[in-house]
């Protein structure tokens, strides 16, 4: 039922700036922590940044590059990401959990999008 839809993700020059979305659908989406995970190509699944339901506490891995905002008009968390690396080439996921808060571990989300590319030139 809960469907999560990233978009925004594609090709970057380093130092540049993206901003991925994730649309919700079939939840309230006031009642659920959102988080960002990325997943580079031989490496760990990893959280870049988390809010918590109600719109309460964050978590940015990296907050001077990274930072998560939501949108409870048009049921979208963003990820805004600038000054981009090389080293930030990775599939983005959207991730929800019902009552979650800022969660950095991924097994504390139940509902994943699709995931998005993010590749950043070197």
């Known amino acids: 039922q809960v469907q999560l839809v990233e978009s925004g993700g594609g090709l970057v020059e380093t130092g540049g700036s993206l901003r991925l979305s994730c649309a919700a659908s079939?939840?309230?989406?006031?009642?659920?922590?959102m988080a960002w995970f990325r997943q580079a190509s031989g490496k760990a699944r990893e959280c870049v940044a988390a809010?918590?339901?109600?719109?309460?506490p964050t978590y940015s891995g990296d907050s001077v590059r990274f930072a998560i905002s939501r949108d409870k008009a048009k049921n979208t968390v963003y990820l805004q990401m600038d000054s981009l690396k090389f080293e930030d080439t990775a599939v983005y996921y959207c991730?929800?959990?019902?009552?979650?808060?800022?969660?950095?571990?991924?097994?504390?989300?139940?509902?994943w999008g699709q995931g998005t590319q993010v590749t950043v030139s070197s």
């Open positions: 991730a929800a959990q019902r009552f979650g808060g800022a969660s950095t571990n991924q097994y504390d989300y139940l509902h």
């Open positions: 079939g939840l309230t989406f006031s009642d659920y922590g």
């Open positions: 809010v918590s339901w109600g719109g309460g």
